[in-house]
């Protein structure tokens, strides 16, 4: 099973939209997909149309060990499965102060005996007892970023949150990789930072792009994904590009081992291409 956390620090990236198109692309493949909405606000969760559960069946169960996950319902929106996000979660987040509380997703996937080929977590733009544990129960990490000054700040933060992880948390945790999304080819420093971001972490950067589309917005008026609403649409080539690149990159790492794969490269300061 591939774990696979979507995160960037810096909200306003296209991390809900890369989660939920990432799953469906992997759906229309044959592959058996759960995601998991660790976001306190559910943004996931709403605009697949999921309405509030009870707390026992939302990933709020995660951390419930009276709770086997494989009993927990599931939503089966746009080609995956889907573990809602709840409004009790900010509650909750203030009784998880023990360090160990890091561990409840890991050990709750672990025990329940699920059968998906990938599970992807989405978390909120600021770390979180949630987004660790998202971190610490993934193998692999996704980071969205807009090619822009405070996004590609927010991205290399995010790194550098991921590689403390892996030190701390969970050995097994690979070096990110890197999906530049809203991309305007018309802007120059949106190429500039695109330029930027792979000469600081070379190939981790995926080759594939993002380009900005109407059609993905439009795709979540209907809790849809552009791939049954606009199957041809800008949008969808580039999402399923972009899952099919990034099967191939996770194969490769997987092959390698974590352990064999640089974090970064030597790169001029961020601030100094700041506009």
């Given at each position: 099973?591939?774990?696979?956390?979507?995160c960037n620090h810096k909200g306003g990236t296209g991390k809900t939209t890369t989660a939920i198109?990432?799953?469906a692309a992997l759906g229309l493949s044959g592959r058996r997909v759960l995601v998991i909405d660790l976001d306190p606000q559910g943004f996931l969760t709403r605009v697949m149309g999921v309405p509030e559960p009870p707390e026992e069946d939302s990933v709020l169960a995660l951390f419930n060990p009276s709770i086997s996950l494989r009993e927990v319902r599931r939503h089966s929106v746009g080609g995956f499965d889907l573990l809602p996000s709840s409004t009790a979660m900010t509650r909750v987040m203030r009784q998880l102060n023990r360090p160990?509380?890091?561990?409840?997703?890991?050990?709750?996937?672990?025990?329940?005996g699920l059968d998906y080929d990938v599970v992807i977590f989405d978390t909120a733009a600021a770390i979180t007892v949630y987004s660790l544990n998202a971190l610490v129960a993934s193998q692999?990490?996704?980071v969205p970023v807009t090619p822009e000054y405070q996004p590609v700040l927010g991205a290399e933060q995010t790194a550098q949150t991921v590689q403390l992880v892996r030190k701390k948390l969970n050995p097994t945790l690979f070096p990110p990789l890197f999906l530049f999304t809203q991309v305007d080819a018309r802007k120059r420093a949106h190429l500039l930072y695109r330029r930027y971001l792979?000469?600081?972490?070379?190939?981790r950067v995926l080759e594939t792009v993002i380009r900005t589309s109407a059609s993905l917005a439009r795709s979540f008026e209907d809790g849809s994904t552009v791939f049954t609403r606009e199957p041809h649409a800008r949008g969808a080539r580039d999402y399923a590009n972009a899952t099919d690149e990034l099967m191939r990159?996770?194969?490769?790492?997987?092959?390698?081992?974590a352990a064999q794969i640089a974090w970064n490269a030597p790169a001029p300061p961020l601030q100094e291409m700041r506009p």
């Open positions: 099973m591939i774990t696979l956390t979507v198109h990432l799953a160990t509380d890091v561990l409840w997703t890991k050990e709750a996937l672990e025990q329940s692999h990490v996704l792979r000469r600081r972490y070379g190939d990159r996770i194969q490769q790492d997987r092959e390698a081992g």
